[in-house]
């Protein structure tokens, strides 16, 4: 497993900022939290979210980002993967996981509707994409806005790998 997270993050070593940023490792440390049953991960979360957007802003940033997270886990078909919480890159599914709220932010429904079903790995999708959609919703009023360049680049992405696999 070890070559397959090296060659995926090769593919999306370039550090993410902003916004784009802030989810991502909002995503990972959630996700290492459950993976690991260790507190200090959803801490360090809170801590960039506190850090970007003040106690309180990050207060309902964060309650969407875990019921987000949650649901993902609960109906994920595969491993979600993630780097560790000091990696300044970010792998395949944390891109992914970026682009989902960009897309959601940005009314693009095929893209969000696609990259939820790239994460998951199944096709039970609709839960992960209301989930998408309520923090994408509360980011956006918290004038934290995503590019939607973060969806395309993704998205050219998983076209090459469904090409690749072909």
């Keep these: 497993m070890a070559n397959s997270i090296d060659r995926e993050t090769r ?15 909002g995503f990972r440390c959630w996700i290492a939290g459950y993976q690991t049953g260790d507190i200090a991960c959803w801490e360090l979360a809170w801590d960039v979210y506190a850090s970007e957007l003040g106690p309180a802003a990050a207060r309902s940033a964060m309650t969407d980002l875990s ?3 949650r649901r993902i886990r609960e109906l994920a078909g595969r491993e979600i993967v993630t780097l560790p919480a000091g990696c300044r890159a970010f792998c395949r599914d944390e891109c992914v996981a970026v682009a989902m709220v960009a897309a959601s932010q940005h009314n693009v429904c095929p893209a969000l509707r696609a990259c939820t079903y790239a994460l998951l790995g199944c096709a039970e999708i609709d839960g992960v994409v209301r989930e998408t959609d309520a923090l994408a919703t509360t980011l ?21 790998d469904s090409a690749a696999r072909h």
């Design 67 to 69: 019921c987000w997270v």
């Design 140 to 160: 956006a009023g918290l004038d934290c806005r995503l590019s939607a360049a973060s969806i395309t680049l993704v998205g050219e992405s998983l076209v090459a």
């Design 11 to 25: 593919r999306f070593a370039a550090p993410l900022q902003g916004p784009e940023r802030l989810v991502g490792v």
